[in-house]
């Protein structure tokens, strides 16, 4: 079976652009996390998604956007970009039970 | 805010020795997760134990899970240098509705050959 995957792989964007990242999970895995890493705050969760509704959402700004689509791929975007983005954006899928999580590679975002 | 937080933040052990890394947190839990992640791609899950567990294998792992001091402990035996890695510790504290994990730190371990 496929693993979670995402691209694009690694990214370079600008100060105040905006970018969109993408995340396959894995068939049969309804429910879609989104986490960023970085070596300051370590892992943080972003939102979840699952049929295409958020339903957990952490503490970032709303400069941070997602959405799922009917099949149950995922899209995060980031708009008016800062430094401070640069970061490993992982995703994640999962079953509803049990309630292991499986990661993707990540996109490495740097932000300049 | 961090849930977990790991101990050690870094560990140096020879081949073949065993590793043991703790993990403390603060509210109540589903279950928590142990996860590796190597030199900063994604990360692999490793074991996943419920909250009225005590104790788990996976292979050369071992995880505890003390609920009355908010604790867990991954053990590896028999290191191996491609055991080299990043070690986290994620705890599910939400509904299973409401699903996120919360993760420590990390505690970098360092397998010499």
């Known amino acids: 079976k496929a693993g979670v995957t995402q691209t694009p792989r690694y990214l370079i964007k600008t100060r105040g652009q905006q970018v969109t990242l993408s995340c396959s999970p894995i068939s049969g895995h309804r429910s879609v996390s989104w986490y960023q890493q970085t070596p300051g705050q370590g892992l943080q969760f972003l939102f979840e998604y699952f049929s295409e509704t958020q339903r957990n959402k952490g503490n970032f700004p709303g400069r941070f956007s997602g959405r799922q689509f009917s099949n149950s791929r995922s899209e995060m975007n980031v708009s008016t970009l800062e430094l401070g983005d640069s970061a490993l954006y992982l995703c994640a899928s999962r079953r509803e039970y049990p309630y292991e999580q499986y990661f993707g590679p990540g996109t490495r975002l740097t932000v300049t | 805010s961090q849930q977990g937080e790991e101990d050690p933040q870094a560990l140096s052990i020879q081949e073949g020795e065993n590793a043991t890394m703790n993990c403390s947190y603060k509210t109540s839990i589903n279950n928590l997760q142990w996860y590796r992640q190597n030199s900063g791609r994604g990360l692999v899950h490793l074991i996943l134990?419920?909250?009225?567990?005590r104790e788990k294998h996976s292979g050369r792992l071992r995880v505890t899970l003390d609920t009355s001091k908010k604790s867990s402990s991954l053990l590896i035996t028999a290191s191996r240098a491609a055991d080299t890695a990043s070690y986290f510790c994620a705890t599910d504290d939400s509904g299973g509705s409401n699903y996120k994990l919360t993760f420590g730190k990390g505690t970098l371990l360092t397998v010499n050959p």
């Open positions: 134990i419920r909250s009225n567990e």
